[in-house]
């Protein structure tokens, strides 16, 4: 949806290797949200900015993850080194209808990452 | 304690049947919102339908209603006329006004049969 452009869509890549998902929201909302999502553990989210800057990080595994946000239309989620557990589909998501009060999230269509 | 409880792990249905999928919850804000999503096996995340705490009706989407019943936390997501389309996995979710997380459930997959 052009709401949430995520890259890459897929990503394959070696253990040890950093790995950047990318993910464009519409500007002018105020939120963004990083989820994980797996068999085992669900849909986890692991970091949410408002205004570019990380409120709450609490659901990143480890040091290995970093998240940035420098713009309002512009995040990363860096996974460095990668591992196979890190394998899992990532979503960016944001507000739907604008402001963060009750609005539903409106995903990304997710990156689809795979450790080997 | 879970935020969002869904205890289905599969269900199956007639096509053109009714379903009702099983969302509970848990939170001690009087306001929040109670949303399910939609994920077909494309991967998409696709929302369905809100409910807001303080919403004396039960939200309707189409064939989407939400039954709401306050007192007993519950959030059951009621799909009319299952269409084949309707296979995929359901998730409920919850968001509380005092914070900006949303928390999930671990989802009922749907299959819708022929």
């Known amino acids: 949806d052009a709401g949430v452009i995520q890259s890459p869509r897929h990503e394959v890549t070696e253990m040890g290797q950093e790995v950047t998902l990318r993910c464009k929201p519409i500007s002018g909302h105020d939120y963004l949200f990083w989820y994980r999502q797996t068999m085992m553990r669900g849909l986890e989210l692991l970091i949410y900015?408002?205004?570019?800057?990380?409120?709450?990080d609490s659901g990143m595994p480890e040091d290995r993850f970093s998240a940035k946000m420098p713009n309002a239309s512009f995040s990363t989620l860096k996974i460095q080194p990668s591992e196979p557990r890190d394998s899992a589909v990532y979503f960016c998501?944001?507000?739907?209808?604008?402001?963060?009060?009750?609005?539903?999230?409106?995903f990304g269509d997710g990156t689809r990452l795979s450790i080997l | 304690a879970q935020k969002i409880t869904q205890t289905q792990p599969g269900m199956f249905v007639q096509e053109k049947e009714a379903v009702t999928l099983d969302c509970t919850y848990d939170t001690s804000d009087p306001s929040y919102g109670l949303f399910w999503y939609k994920q077909p096996s494309s991967g998409e995340m696709i929302f369905l339908i809100y409910q807001g705490s303080y919403d004396q009706q039960n939200a309707t989407e189409g064939r989407y209603s939400l039954n709401f019943q306050k007192a007993r936390k519950s959030a059951n997501l009621v799909i009319s006329a299952s269409q084949l389309g309707d296979s995929a996995m359901y998730f409920c979710a919850m968001r509380e006004r005092t914070g900006n997380q949303f928390y999930f459930g671990t989802g009922t997959s749907l299959t819708v049969i022929p």
């Open positions: 998501a944001r507000p739907q209808w604008g402001d963060n009060s009750n609005q539903p999230q409106h």
């Open positions: 900015f408002n205004n570019n800057v990380p409120i709450d």
